[in-house]
């Protein structure tokens, strides 16, 4: 089975702490992903790996920002930028 992948990154921030997500859209192929979007969230001492689905690079990023936000003890207020790099 072959497919085509492409990839951004994202930079954001929850309090100081600064996060780099990794974007895959599914260009091309069979795979069976939920939505043309998807980021994996590798797992830490603090949470279980997890992978997060969405129609838009925007709304899986939204996702894993609402959950890393929620699992964040560093976090008394939202503060969000994000940029592209390509």
């Keep these: ?3 085509l992948i492409k990839e951004d990154r994202y ?10 997500l990794r974007v895959q859209e599914l260009v091309w192929g069979s795979p069976a992903w939920p ?3 998807r980021i994996e969230m590798p797992a830490s001492k603090d949470r279980d790996g997890k992978k997060f689905y969405g129609k838009n690079a925007l709304e899986v990023v939204d996702r894993v920002i609402e959950y890393l936000y929620c699992h964040s003890s560093e976090a008394p207020h939202r503060r969000i930028e994000l940029n592209s790099f390509s």
């Design 11 to 20: 930079t954001y921030f929850v309090g100081a702490k600064k996060h780099y």
């Design 35 to 37: 939505g043309r979007f």
């Design 1 to 3: 089975m072959a497919y």
